[in-house]
């Protein structure tokens, strides 16, 4: 009887287990039918929001470009990460829209930083398949004057091994006129060496998962060390991404050869006014007293 019971009481037990495995996968799955039918309305209603955060010259200090970051306030919801939003607009086809709008906004808030700043614009697999990349980006660069230096696109390497003909004509195009084409979360996908050699980059992005560890763990920081060389040997710009800390920030400084850094450290993604603001503080001097601030939204 006891055995019985004990038999009685794991299926029960794995029932109730099965039941609410079952009923967590329904309210994922309702949850992001809802997420998508919302983001749509969003997407339509021009709803998304945009960040910017600085990326620092290692060396000199200065803020040399900021990333573009989308961002979604649901009315209900809250704050949704782009890591759940993004790969709903991927599969939705709302990418594109997004894409456009991020491009032509940034190309516009980069109008009114010094001319020695750049933007970068995140671009997914599925642009290169769906949407005309290199005449939306020539038409926004056109209509706003940017000139295309001030320009950098980030792919990684999942765009890449999805659409790597398209990616590589339309990238190349792109180079050479003169915007610049980074590889972004170097390290963390797929036979990444080879995309190295037969891709137009100008810059390689190194994960943040590479320097999370470089102050305690000295495997981490030979890996980091390596990883760098690696990018300064054929001649591309190096980015570390997700410096949060001093000691990062010394660790890479005495031992790697890093360009800039991005992360924490130097500014969180911040609404346009406010990395404005960090701009004119970083640079020590005010770039609006010289320059009539054009505004944009
Ligand atoms: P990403 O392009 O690698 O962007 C950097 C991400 O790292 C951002 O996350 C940023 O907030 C975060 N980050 C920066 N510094 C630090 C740090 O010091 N510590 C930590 N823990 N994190 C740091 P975010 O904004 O959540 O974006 C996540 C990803 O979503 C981006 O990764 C990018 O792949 C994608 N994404 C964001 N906006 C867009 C967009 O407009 N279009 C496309 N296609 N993808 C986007
Ligand atoms: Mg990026
Ligand atoms: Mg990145
Ligand atoms: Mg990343």
């Known amino acids: 009887v006891k055995a019985d019971l004990a038999l009685y009481k794991a299926k029960a037990n794995g029932k109730a287990q099965a039941q609410l495995f ?7 799955y309702r949850y992001r039918q809802r997420l998508k039918a919302d983001l749509a309305v969003c997407v339509a209603a021009n709803g998304l929001t945009l960040v910017y955060q600085p990326i620092i010259d290692l060396r000199t200090r ?31 086809g709302l990418i594109s829209d997004i894409t456009r709008f ?4 940034a190309v516009a808030e980069c109008r009114n ?12 697999a599925r642009d290169f398949r769906h949407t005309d990349v290199k005449g939306m980006v020539e038409a926004t660069l056109r209509d706003s004057g940017l000139p295309a230096h001030r320009l950098e696109i980030e792919v990684t390497e999942t765009a890449l091994i999805e659409e790597r003909d ?13 915007i610049g084409i980074a590889l972004d979360d170097f390290g963390t996908g797929y036979s990444s060496l080879s995309y190295l050699q037969a891709l137009p980059f100008t810059k390689l992005k190194v994960d943040r998962s590479f ?22 040997d054929i001649d591309l710009k190096v980015t570390a991404e997700g410096v949060e800390t001093e000691e990062q920030l010394a660790v890479l400084a005495a031992h790697t050869k890093v360009d800039h850094i991005q992360g924490y450290l130097f500014g969180i993604p911040l609404p346009r006014r406010d990395v404005a603001e960090l701009i004119d503080r970083l640079a020590g001097v005010s770039y609006r007293a010289q320059q009539p601030r054009k505004l944009v939204n």
């Open 166 to 178: 398209a990616a590589t004509k339309i990238l190349s195009a792109l180079q050479a006129q003169g």
């Open 211 to 232: 320097v999370v560890d470089v102050v305690h763990n000295p495997r981490a920081l030979k890996l980091l060390k390596n990883v760098v060389q690696l990018g300064k």
């Open 102 to 105: 991020v491009l032509a906004s």
């Open 22 to 28: 079952h009923e967590q996968m329904d309210t994922d």
């Open 113 to 124: 930083w010094p001319d020695d700043i750049a933007v970068s614009v995140n671009i997914s």
């Open 62 to 92: 200065r803020v040399v470009c900021c990333e573009a970051l989308a961002r979604w306030n649901h009315p209900e919801f809250g704050a949704i990460p782009p890591s759940v939003f993004i790969p709903i607009a991927e599969e939705t």
